[in-house]
């Protein structure tokens, strides 16, 4: 049993999942020979596995108030995987804790900011949203804001930010002044504060295609970019063509005739 429960726990730590019967059993056996070794092999197989970030992410995303839907009234399905999915991929690929962070906090303000780095700022457009009729939009994008002020207070700096909002208060390490002064980093993105029914994607948004999807859209813009040459070239040349026809003083009586005839 010693051998089964220690092999358990770095499993259920590392992963959120049982043992398999086989794990057990290749653990058991290693441990026979060397237990330090078989726990130490055990834990690098562990962190391995794609089930360490998935297991790890669980967290952060209750913390970064992550869903699949908005959350309110009708609540549609939205598309906020993409974000899901680069928060197991930052923890299985080890990325360094400030720069998860600062990633998701303004990662399209870096400089040449990749897609992985803008697709890690939908952490701060997790919050609700509605499309119900009535509805004010400046309401709902002062509301996105605070949102977004108070999940960076509670999970960045373990603060609640909630009180200052309405008024300063003598236990309250921030006053409103301070609240609304860092309010205003979180109300500078371009979004409209409501969703309709016909797009589920509120804007400002990223499209992120497949490798696939990328290099046809590369052999595309390819493509337009040379038609796009090509047609200024033939402008150009018929242009030229033109000026010349009018230059010569051959086509003076049949351009006097044209000009007649307007």
């Given at each position: 049993m010693t051998g089964v429960q220690t092999c358990a726990l770095p499993i259920f730590d590392l992963t959120g999942l049982p043992p398999s019967p086989d794990e057990i059993e290749g653990f058991q056996q290693s441990a026979i020979r060397n237990r330090q070794s078989a726990i130490d092999s055990a834990t690098t197989r562990l962190l391995a596995s794609p089930a360490f970030g998935e297991h790890m992410a669980a967290a952060w995303l209750d913390a970064a108030r992550y869903a699949d839907s908005f959350g309110y009234?009708?609540?549609?399905?939205?598309?906020?995987?993409?974000?899901?999915?680069?928060?197991?991929?930052?923890?299985?690929?080890?990325?360094?804790?400030?720069?998860?962070?600062?990633?998701?906090?303004?990662?399209?303000?870096?400089?040449?900011?990749?897609?992985?780095?803008?697709?890690?700022?939908?952490?701060?457009?997790?919050?609700?949203?509605?499309?119900?009729?009535?509805?004010?939009?400046?309401?709902?994008?002062?509301?996105?804001?605070?949102?977004?002020?108070?999940?960076?207070?509670?999970?960045?700096?373990?603060?609640?930010?909630?009180?200052?909002?309405?008024?300063?208060?003598?236990?309250?390490?921030?006053?409103?002044?301070?609240?609304?002064?860092?309010?205003?980093?979180?109300?500078?993105?371009?979004?409209?504060?409501?969703?309709?029914?016909?797009?589920?994607?509120?804007?400002?948004?990223?499209l992120l295609p497949t490798p696939e999807q990328e290099q046809a859209l590369t052999k595309a813009r390819g493509e337009v970019a040379a038609a796009e040459t090509a047609l200024a070239e033939a402008i150009r040349a018929g242009d030229a063509r033109f000026q010349a026809w009018l230059a010569d003083p051959a086509r003076a009586p049949e351009i006097a005739d044209l000009e007649g005839t307007f």
């Open positions: 009234q009708s609540d549609q399905l939205n598309t906020q995987w993409p974000y899901r999915d680069w928060v197991v991929r930052a923890f299985n690929d080890n990325l360094p804790f400030d720069q998860f962070l600062t990633h998701q906090l303004a990662g399209d303000l870096l400089p040449d900011a990749t897609r992985d780095q803008r697709l890690a700022t939908a952490f701060n457009r997790l919050h609700r949203l509605t499309n119900e009729g009535g509805s004010i939009s400046a309401e709902w994008l002062a509301e996105n804001a605070a949102d977004r002020l108070h999940t960076f207070g509670t999970t960045f700096l373990a603060l609640t930010f909630e009180c200052a909002r309405c008024h300063d208060h003598k236990y309250d390490p921030l006053s409103s002044r301070e609240y609304y002064s860092l309010t205003a980093f979180f109300n500078s993105i371009d979004e409209n504060g409501l969703y309709d029914h016909a797009s589920k994607v509120p804007s400002p948004s990223l």
